[in-house]
């Protein structure tokens, strides 16, 4: 099972992509991996995140890809099988939890309350997707958490944003946020893979 303390490591930031157009994937991969973001996920809210998945892998073996919107145990399985790497829910369950393990394949789970983190982490989880991060109560909750439970550590998303994204990486307990601001919406549609390169660059770049 890979190591999602390793994972979370290697980039500040992971893209969360969201495929429209199964030719768009391997080419919006790339630039994001030249760019600088060695972490991709991949959602299965479309009909194409499968095959996306399993075309990036191929074609960028050094990138790191896992798969998003993961829910129930069958997709579990079948990200797996597409050579997902991680796995990212919004929340979790215990048949979630149950079947990735059954699959040896790690899985970073949603949380927003300390008990949802503490029921984790009891199961031997330290590593959790804090969503949706914003609305959940940013950084101060974050904060707040970090004082009683300083073992875990989370990757916050929904609604990082430039403006926001630094204060989040500052945290002790932040190893790296998921968004979607660097995939902008324009330049993927015209297929100018030199912009999403360079705005991938710029978050790559961010410190923590
Ligand atoms: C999502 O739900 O798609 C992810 O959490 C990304 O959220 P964002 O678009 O606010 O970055």
Known sequence: MECLDRIMGLSPVIPVMVIDDPDQAVPLATALYRGGLKVLEVTLRTEYGLQA??????????????????????????????GARFLVSPGCTPRL?????????????????????MLL???????????????AGGVAM?????????????????????QNAASYLDLPNVACVGGTWMLDKRAIAAGDWDTVERLSREVA???R
């Not at 982490?121 to 609305?135: I, N």
């Open 53 to 82: 998945i399993a075309d990036i892998g191929q074609a960028l073996p050094d990138a790191v890809v896992g798969a998003g919107t993961v829910i129930t145990p069958d997709d579990v399985k079948t990200a797996r099988q597409a």
């Open 97 to 117: 939890l149950a079947s990735a393990q059954a699959e040896d394949i790690a899985l970073l789970p949603g949380v927003n309350t300390p008990s949802e983190a």
């Open 121 to 135: 982490l009891e199961q031997g989880l330290r590593h959790l997707k804090f969503f949706p991060a914003e609305t």
């Open 142 to 162: 974050l904060k707040s958490i970090a004082g009683p439970l300083p073992q875990l550590r989370f990757c916050p998303t929904g609604g990082i944003n430039p």
């Open 205 to 207: 770049g961010l410190s």
